[in-house]
């Protein structure tokens, strides 16, 4: 058990999701027909509590007219911790914070936790990405990555770009589109992919960086995570790293990040992406994401970062199966607690023509759907081919979202 406790918002949209989480933390189905129904309002995650603490989480919700779930086996003290879901409105959950702060067993510590996590729920979310000489205002509209890959083996546009000429047109044709950001990458991380060597890389994206900065002030972002490619590119007039293992494959590429200014992108992937489709398997789904990209934004911010610097995304298609890919797009809102830009890119992806049993280049109404649909669930950044159509989609999901007649 950790020292301190640290909360999770859970987004609670049926009976049936209410009942999901109480199975999974031990709940008895007597305690689930009870409570099921009330977890419709505000559903707060505790992990693993000691069984005293648990108890005091138990009363005091109680005793504000709420509930908390806990297992089966806390009261016969047959398990040492348990998770626990802290059921009631926000008043409540507020009303709880400031109880917590007189009881034992680091209740107070937990209390502080709930008290920032309800006012991130509550607050604006994060509006602003700082990316070199380049202030991405989010606030009012979301914001569009074109991809370009600069590669021969990408899932759906892998070879039509290779020359650095034919992927400068591609970039400004994007550009024109509406994309906001172009993102360049010269390595294949589709599902079976294997690594190409650091040189190859280097040799593939850097000319495109150097055309493109020629031709464009915009923000440019390097698909990478090799530190040394981060640098050449963050030289050569890149403003934005792309690291799909969030950090982790080469340590130094954060200290390149904030030594150049330039701004994070972080993602969420299980394994590598020549095994990560292999059978992925999750215990809790969002935990488990929610935690890696927690931790990746503590890792980021140790290296240089500064608050408005870093995006997340929660790799769609990295590791995951179509049921997951579904289910984090519907509880996206539950990673706005990490307080960045969401970032999200389900262009074209497998789990679109899973669904519809379509190949790769018929997945553009699906593609318009899943990222309409993420920007009404909170994502600032879409990561897109076919900018145009998603631009205009999109532009219509604001115009419903802000309208107040």
């Given at each position: ?217 915009g923000p440019l972002s390097i698909d990478t995570y090799r530190a040394r490619v981060a640098e050449e590119a963050l030289l050569a007039g890149a403003s934005i790293v792309n690291d799909i293992t969030a950090f982790t ?157």
């Amino acid at each position: 058990m950790t020292d301190i406790l640290s909360p999770r918002a859970l987004l609670i949209a049926s009976r049936e999701d209410a009942a999901r989480e109480m199975l999974k933390i031990g709940v008895c189905q007597g305690g689930i027909d009870a409570m099921e129904g009330k977890a419709r309002t505000l559903v707060i995650k505790v992990t693993d509590a000691t069984v005293p603490a648990a108890h005091v989480l138990k009363q005091q919700m109680l005793s504000l007219g709420a509930d908390a779930a806990v297992a089966k086996d806390v009261i016969t003290h047959a398990v040492d911790s348990t998770d626990v879901l802290i059921i009631g409105t926000p008043r409540q959950m507020r009303d709880l914070t400031r109880k917590l702060s007189w009881q034992p067993f680091g209740l107070p510590e937990l209390g502080e936790r709930i008290g920032e996590l309800l006012d991130a729920l509550d607050g604006p979310g994060a509006s602003v990405l700082r990316a070199g000489p380049y202030t991405l205002d989010l606030s009012e509209r979301v914001h569009f990555m074109g991809i370009l890959n600069v590669t021969p083996d990408s899932f759906s546009d892998g070879g039509d770009y290779l020359r650095p000429t034919a992927a400068a047109e591609r970039a400004l044709a994007m550009i024109e589109e509406g994309a906001d950001i172009i993102d360049i990458g010269g390595q294949s991380s589709r599902p079976g992919s294997e690594p190409v060597t650091e040189e190859e890389e280097l040799k593939r994206v850097v000319p495109v960086v150097e055309r493109l900065r020629d031709e464009w002030d915009g923000p440019l972002s390097i698909d990478t995570y090799r530190a040394r490619v981060a640098e050449e590119a963050l030289l050569a007039g890149a403003s934005i790293v792309n690291d799909i293992t969030a950090f982790t494959a080469e340590p130094r590429i954060g200290r390149v990040t904030a030594d150049a200014g330039a701004a994070a992108v972080l993602m969420h992937m299980q394994g590598a992406p020549a095994t990560m489709q292999k059978s992925p398997s999750y215990e809790d789904l969002m935990g488990e994401v929610a935690f890696f990209l927690k931790a990746a934004v503590e890792r980021a911010a140790s290296a240089g970062l500064g608050d408005d610097q870093i995006a997340v995304d929660p790799g769609i298609g990295f590791g995951k199966t179509t049921q997951h890919n579904l289910a984090i797009l519907r509880r996206l809102p539950e990673l706005a607690v990490l307080g960045k830009p969401i970032l999200v890119g389900p262009s074209r992806k497998s789990f679109i023509g899973n669904v519809l049993d379509l190949p790769v280049g018929e997945r553009l109404e699906g593609t318009l759907a899943t990222a309409a649909y993420a920007v009404a669930q909170g994502a600032k950044i879409l990561r897109v081919h076919d900018v145009r159509p998603t631009v205009r989609a999109v532009r219509m999901v604001e115009a419903c979202i802000a309208s107040s007649a």
